[in-house]
């Protein structure tokens, strides 16, 4: 029989070695969970890179999300789109367009819960939508999906959102002069 000393450092042992490979294994998972999101954003990024140069459009600026892409063209007024789920993506001429705008949406708020919560955690969506002068769907771009994002980006996320919009909207106003 193994003495009271003995059978405590025996379980330390074992308690440090389960720990350790616990850690080992947590941190495998973690590595292995990176390398597949980084492989994900080169996926998404290389077939963004194929369609700018497919419509031979020229990006002024560009916001990465999660799930998408978007980028702007100035010089042709044109808006990118490129999904990360599907694949698919859109361009969106923004001679076609009649408003953009940021909008947010909140999921079931009950009454008086306001008092000891922030609104923010209700929040279900931020989306740029665009509204069409040709009578075509309006398009929502998300830039925050409850569920899929941090809520601790959602200020990050709502600001990308609405600096696009202040470019867009000053775009929307005013035409771009022709060069004769």
Known sequence: LLSSKQNFMTWYVVAALSALLIAIICLLLM???????????NQLLN?????????D???????ILK????????VNRKLIVQQNSNGRHQVIDLEEVSTCSVKKQYGSIYSG???????DQYLE???????FKTGKEPVEIPFFQ???????????LEHKAKDLEAVLTKMLSRPLKKIA
């Open 67 to 74: 799930t998408c892409v978007v980028a702007l063209d100035g």
């Open 57 to 63: 459009l020229h990006v002024s600026s560009q916001a």
């Open 113 to 119: 819960v306001l008092k000891h919560h922030q609104l």
């Open 125 to 131: 969506k931020i989306s740029l939508c665009f509204d």
């Open 47 to 55: 077939r963004f890179s194929k369609l700018v140069s497919g419509y």
């Open 31 to 41: 590595f292995i969970d990176q390398k597949q999101k980084r492989k994900h954003m």
């Open 146 to 156: 409850h569920g899929n994002d941090p809520v601790s980006q959602v200020a990050e």
